[in-house]
């Protein structure tokens, strides 16, 4: 598997780069490509950039980096990842894309960034629900790299590492955290920030290798059906692992859950990684579980 050079820097001075990117970085004199949170492949496709070079900078989370790994591929242009989450897809095989207002996964060492820069201070950026949401996915993709039919020992022993860190690390539960008001969640956030928050992206970067050989399955596949629905990815993985109070009949949206099941039992992307035979009934009773 390709592996990403890390780099390790205190701060990001750029020149007459491209930049992509979900928030305002404070970056002057660069091609500056700000991008919605939940990006189509449709408007990747009508992208041009302006300036010319063989190199795109992507600074943000999921969203950000997913559609720089998409142009850089499709381009033949380097990728420099500069995540600003822990959920460890920044470094990862893995990308998701919305296409036909549905999101779909792609995996291949293609998309893995030929570099990644770690930068502590740009987590202060991170809205604080974000941050916390953002170790929630990374959670669920150790957990899941576990129940993977491509589970060995070194996975095991790093997801078991990951989620061992996390428990030190946060020292609450993540539903605490989402109890949390706004203005307490960004006292909490600063203080991890400050004593934890490069471990936290070195964790994340192990969390991106185990992403990229191991995928993500049943869980992550139900994910996408909710988020379909136009919730935030972690909302969605937040239900789906019980990690807050809501369930989904809390959402006021009619939910189709026999759609949502068929939808699921598509998607290969997922499903193909489980261990275990996944019937219909599985999945639309694990559907039923989440809403009531």
């Not at 939940?38 to 559609?67: C, H, M, N, R």
């Amino acid at each position: 598997m390709k592996l990403p050079k890390i780099n390790f820097q205190e701060k990001l001075n750029l020149k007459w780069q491209v930049i992509i990117t979900t928030f305002d970085t404070g970056l002057k004199d660069n091609e500056i490509i700000m991008i919605s949170e939940e990006p189509s492949k449709e408007e990747l496709d009508k992208i041009v950039f302006q300036t010319i070079t063989d190199t795109i900078y992507a600074i943000g989370g999921g969203s950000a980096i997913d559609w720089a790994k998409y142009l850089c591929n499709k381009e033949g242009k380097k990728l420099i990842a500069i995540p600003t989450t822990f959920s460890g897809s920044a470094s990862s095989s893995h990308l998701v894309l919305k296409e036909n207002w549905k999101k779909k996964g792609y995996s291949g060492n293609e998309y893995i960034p030929d570099e990644v820069i770690i930068i502590n201070d740009l987590l202060y950026t991170l809205p604080a629900k974000t941050f916390f949401y953002s170790l929630i996915d990374c959670f669920a993709h150790s957990q899941e790299a576990v129940r993977s039919n491509k589970n060995n020992f070194i996975i095991e022993l790093i997801s078991e590492n990951i989620i061992g860190t996390f428990g030190n690390v946060l020292q609450m539960k993540f539903e605490d955290f989402i109890k949390l008001d706004e203005n307490k969640m960004e006292e909490e956030k600063a203080l991890l920030v400050r004593d934890f928050g490069k471990v936290l992206l070195v964790i994340s970067l192990y969390a991106s290798y185990i992403l990229s050989e191991a995928g993500t399955n049943l869980p992550h596949a139900i994910s996408y059906a909710i988020s379909n629905y136009g919730l935030s990815h972690w909302e969605a993985i937040a239900i789906v692992y019980g990690l807050n109070d809501r369930r989904m009949k809390d959402l006021w949206i009619e939910f189709d859950l026999e759609k949502m099941t068929d939808e699921i039992l598509l998607d290969r992307h997922h499903l193909d990684n489980f261990p275990w035979e996944i019937s219909k009934d599985l999945i639309f009773n694990t559907l039923k579980k989440l809403y009531e």
